[in-house]
T-cell receptor, first 117, second 113 residues
Framework: GAVVSQHPSWVICKSGTSVKIECRSL??????MFWYRQFPKQSLMLMAT?????????EQGVEKDKFLINHASLTLSTLTVTSAHPEDSSFYIC?????????????FGPGTRLTVL | GQQVMQIPQYQHVQEGEDFTTYCNSS?????IQWYKQRPGGHPVFLIQ?????EVKKQKRLTFQFGEAKKNSSLHITATQTTDVGTYFC?????????????FGGGTRVLVKP
């Protein structure tokens, strides 16, 4: 199956710093990538939809200036958490959808566990 | 807004027993997908159902899509310890814009050996 990688897998940072998370589709081209956050024992909450070469579409309540998304190529999307605070600590997961169809399955990355001290 | 609900939220199963988890959408879905997330892991795609009333099997797992395309179920027979994890259903609402996959809250499955 299709493989999506994320880097880093975990990160600990001080409050006020920025953290960049990379999401790569390794063996397919992803026209659309999605960024989710997941709190312990909860479902996935969609943060934004990222299309290659265009601005990301953010879900209601998600601050676009705090969670910067860049989708520069068909295989790479990045999420930057700017001026991170302890309440931003969470599990961030990206997923990618290929060219085959808009209703096709999504392939998830392994996730990035962010802890802000 | 469109909602996808799953019940039960938690499922404690004795190894060897069967169980079913249910997924209900407030709106009609174009398709339904099921994912499994192991503890500490990420969601992994299991299956997609598209047709009304469709039933698909994967070994001990049976997936069903309702006639009205608003509900789905996952039935696991002879539960094993490897079935531990959270099962999410997710669907694309027909009338929603943006083609966003909406996830249910998940059913967390614990297996007692």
């Amino acid at each position: 199956g299709a493989v999506v990688s994320q880097h880093p897998s975990w990160v600990i940072c001080k409050s006020g710093t920025s953290v960049k998370i990379e999401c790569r589709s390794l063996d397919f081209q992803a026209t659309t990538m999605f960024w989710y956050r997941q709190f312990p024992k909860q479902s996935l909450m969609l943060m934004a939809t990222s299309n290659e070469g265009s601005k990301a579409t953010y879900e209601q309540g998600v601050e676009k200036d705090k969670f910067l998304i860049n989708h520069a190529s068909l295989t790479l999307s990045t999420l930057t958490v700017t001026s991170a605070h302890p309440e931003d600590s969470s599990f961030y997961i990206c997923s990618a959808r290929g060219l085959a169809g808009i209703y096709n399955e999504q392939f998830f990355g392994p996730g990035t566990r962010l802890t802000v001290l | 807004g469109q909602q996808v609900m799953q019940i039960p939220q938690y499922q404690h199963v004795q190894e060897g027993e069967d169980f079913t988890t249910y997924c209900n959408s407030s709106t009609t879905l174009s398709n339904i997908q099921w994912y499994k997330q192991r503890p500490g892991g990420h969601p992994v795609f299991l299956i997609q159902l598209v047709k009304s009333g469709e039933v698909k099997k994967q070994k001990r797992l049976t997936f069903q899509f309702g006639e009205a395309k608003k509900n789905s179920s996952l039935h696991i027979t002879a539960t094993q310890t490897t079935d531990v994890g959270t099962y999410f259903c997710a669907g694309y609402p027909i009338k929603a814009a943006g083609n966003k996959l909406t996830f249910g809250g998940g059913t967390r499955v614990l297996v007692k050996p």
